[in-house]
């Protein structure tokens, strides 16, 4: 029979056996006499055991006490600041630690952040307890006791710790290096703080063999991206990652970095099939370009000039039109090229067909490569070729119909605080502010209008050349005459239409 003392010497606690005795005795009395001082504590005994965590990867916010055993990779500044009313200064430290299965920091607080400072080195063992939050960096711990433990052993291999691939992201995790390729780059955002400070956030878009995900790089870390092209291979160095939206991101903030590498790395993209894409849904398209527009460019309700270019891609079950707001109509797509388009915005288009709208969420890159299994283009396809036109796709140039990648916003002082708004900069879908989709202003010289009605029509004059297109703030109509026209001049136009195009008798410009 096991006594109360061999039970406690069993046990891997920092409990004294003074509070397992008396925790002991307590139970006893708690259940009346059914249990014996040996069941009582095996029963307490299970009770501590079930409270120390098998790692820190099992660690997660929301937890009462977690208790585990880590070793020490690195001991912080101790920072002081001001308590409110007239309590003492405080004082933390930040130390990193790290077991078998991941790597997390923990703060300490007032005298035990003195004691880290004098006392702590690198390498040590330490046992651990404290209240696990979700810290700035990931999930950090609240340390409420901690004590050396040089008997102990903890196993940490720190590459493994750190190197992770595109799946193996989850919410919280900090310290993060990932390798992978870069598919597109952001410029560089300016957004005004609350307490009146200027912040800094740039986006790219990484893919590795399995998967893709967006990074986000804040104030001095967003310079970044002027050194990093589409294809380099990157390491991103001392990461964490957040969720924006249902959607997993990894951040870079002041103790990251980002680091090229000589390595080929793959990416395949997991794309829709064209044919089933959803309207008013988001998707990952890719194919072959089979025809592609000019770039247009329009003015805002600010004064500020937007820009959009149409291409139409084709995959093995159909084809899309793609309209290219912003930085992406400058990107150097031309016909055949292999290109894929993540998180476009799927809107109805002209004839109740589909059309892609990229914004400042997508991201749009070429392959070098076009995968096994993608269809072949039109290149090679006998029933129609590849064309460059002039007038179609999304034109709609009124205010308000770009996806406004340059507009700013104030924001609380934390990046975390200012994603939800620096990066909704500008989010107006093609339809907002009377602008049109994408194909309903679509025309080409084979198109066959029959001229049932006459209809009168009064618009602003969203694009000029052929065809002209009015918005009058709810409907559009393409007008098709010669007589030249101002962007941004309201007209009237008279004519026999056959309800979207208009071939007027009479333009009034009064």
Not at 229 to 246: C, H, K, L, W
Not at 255 to 265: S, Y
Not at 280 to 289: L, M, P, R, S
Not at 297 to 302: G, L, S
């Amino acid at each position: 029979m096991s006594s109360m003392a061999d039970i406690y010497d069993e046990l891997d606690t920092d409990v004294s056996r003074e509070e397992f005795e008396s925790a002991v005795e307590d139970k006893v009395d708690q259940m009346g006499g059914l249990a014996d001082e040996e069941t009582a504590a095996k029963l307490i005994a299970h009770e501590l055991r079930d409270e120390e965590v098998k790692g820190i990867a099992d660690i997660e916010p929301g937890m009462d006490e977690a208790k585990f055993l880590a070793k020490v990779l690195q001991i912080g500044d101790r920072r002081t600041f001001e308590r409110d009313g007239d309590a003492e200064d405080g004082s933390v430290v930040n130390v990193e630690v790290a077991d078998s299965s991941g790597r997390i920091r923990v703060a300490m607080w007032d005298d035990m952040a003195n004691d880290a400072i004098e006392r702590l080195e690198s390498g040590q063992i330490l046992r651990i307890g404290g209240r696990p939050k979700d810290g700035f960096d990931g999930v950090e711990i609240d340390v409420d006791t901690v004590e050396p433990a040089p008997d102990a052993e903890v196993n940490v291999d720190v590459d493994s710790v750190n190197t992770h691939r595109i799946e193996d992201l989850s919410l919280g995790l900090s310290d993060v290096n990932l390798r992978g390729r870069v598919l597109s780059t952001d410029e560089i955002r300016i957004f005004d703080r609350d307490d009146g400070s200027e912040g800094r956030v740039a986006n790219l878009s990484v893919g590795d063999p399995t998967g893709r995900v967006r990074i986000t790089l804040w104030d001095d870390s967003a310079s970044l991206v002027e050194s990093i092209t589409p294809d380099d291979s990157i390491e991103i160095v001392d990461g964490y990652v957040r969720e924006r939206e249902g959607t997993l991101e990894l951040h870079v903030g002041d103790r990251g970095t980002i680091e090229l590498i000589d390595e080929d790395i793959e990416y395949v993209p997991d794309a829709n099939p064209i044919e089933e894409v959803v309207i008013d849904e988001t998707a990952d398209i890719a194919g072959g370009v089979i025809e592609t527009d000019t770039k247009r460019t329009f003015d805002r309700d600010d004064g500020s000039e937007g820009q959009v270019r149409n291409v139409r891609i084709r995959d093995e079950t159909g084809d899309i039109r793609v309209a290219l707001w912003g930085d992406k109509a400058d990107l150097d797509i031309d016909l055949a090229d292999y290109v894929v388009c993540t998180d476009v915005e799927i809107q109805e288009g002209w004839q109740d067909d589909h059309e892609a709208s990229a914004g400042w969420r997508s991201t749009v890159y070429r392959l070098d490569e076009r995968p096994e299994d993608a269809a072949t283009t039109v290149e090679s396809s006998t029933d129609q070729q590849p064309q460059t036109t002039e007038t179609s796709g999304l034109d709609a140039f009124a205010a308000g119909s770009e996806p406004d990648e340059t507009t700013t916003t104030s924001s609380s002082t934390s990046p975390d605080s200012i994603g939800d708004n620096t990066d909704n900069e500008g989010e107006q879908a093609a339809s907002d502010g009377g602008a049109t989709t994408i194909d309903s202003m679509h025309t080409t010289e084979n198109d066959d209008i029959t001229h049932d009605d006459v209809e009168s029509f009064t618009g602003t004059v969203v694009q000029a050349g052929s065809p002209v297109v009015l918005d009058n703030g709810t409907d559009t109509r393409r007008v098709e005459t010669n007589e030249s026209l101002r962007l941004g001049e309201v007209i009237t136009v008279t004519g026999p239409t056959d309800g979207q195009t208009i071939t007027p008798t009479e333009i009034d410009h009064s």
